[in-house]
């Protein structure tokens, strides 16, 4: 009899064991990588400086509202004017902090995709053109602005810096020639001096070309 009860015993621990065993999931733990993916914000910049301020406008005279710290992650939202301010969000949150000055950051995508949040902050006068058009290139080097697309029968309006964004209004005939917006002034620049994008051909063509 005491060996029956202990068979039976053995059976129901038997069984209890290879249901835990079942039930247990065999899946390996989420890497590192996994993650780091859960947290993918898309575009976003690290903080390279000790410590600066987060403003209410794309603007040094801007009413300061947070700090922001050396090696903190941002998720940027859009863009300035001109590239030269992101508006940004701690990952993970809803609400925006506000604008950071670029030198403050540090990020390897490009500006020249992200929205346009702020079309009045920097205009050079009252009287300036608005901007209408979120397209836009990235400046990889000094250009002239001219008030027309052929170099020897147009003027110099002002120069545009390197690493800015400029809204792309229209274009010439074959894309090498840029209508762009440079902070509420109009004018043509030359296409090589941008930073290449594939979709430029779907830019409107520039009416009245010569």
Do not use: C
């Not at 594939?198 to 070309?209: G, Y």
Request: proline share 7%; charged share 20%.
């Amino acid at each position: 009899m005491k060996r029956y009860i202990l068979n039976v015993l053995l059976l129901l621990v038997l069984s209890v064991t290879g249901y835990a065993q079942d039930t247990t999931n065999d899946e390996p733990p989420p890497s590192e990588d996994a993650s780091a993916e859960a947290f993918d914000f898309g575009f976003v910049a690290t903080v390279e400086v000790d410590s600066g301020f987060v403003r209410l406008h794309p603007s040094e005279d801007a009413e300061a509202v947070a700090s922001v710290f050396v090696d903190e992650r941002l998720e940027v939202i859009s863009r300035n004017l001109d590239g030269t301010w992101f508006e940004v969000r701690r990952p993970g949150r809803m609400t925006n902090l506000g604008w950071v000055f670029t030198e403050l950051l540090d990020w390897e995508d490009r500006p020249e995709f992200l929205p346009l949040g702020d079309a009045v902050t920097g205009l050079t006068s009252d009287s300036a053109s608005p901007i209408t058009t979120d397209y836009a290139v990235f400046i990889i080097e000094g250009v002239a602005l001219r008030n027309g697309p052929i170099l020897e029968r147009s003027q110099r309006l002002l120069n545009i810096p390197p690493s800015v964004v400029v809204p792309v209004l229209a274009r010439n005939q074959d894309g090498s020639r840029l209508y762009v917006n440079y902070l509420g002034t109009e004018g043509w620049i030359v296409g090589f001096t941008a930073r290449q994008r594939n979709d430029i051909m779907q830019v409107p063509q520039a009416p009245n070309l010569p």
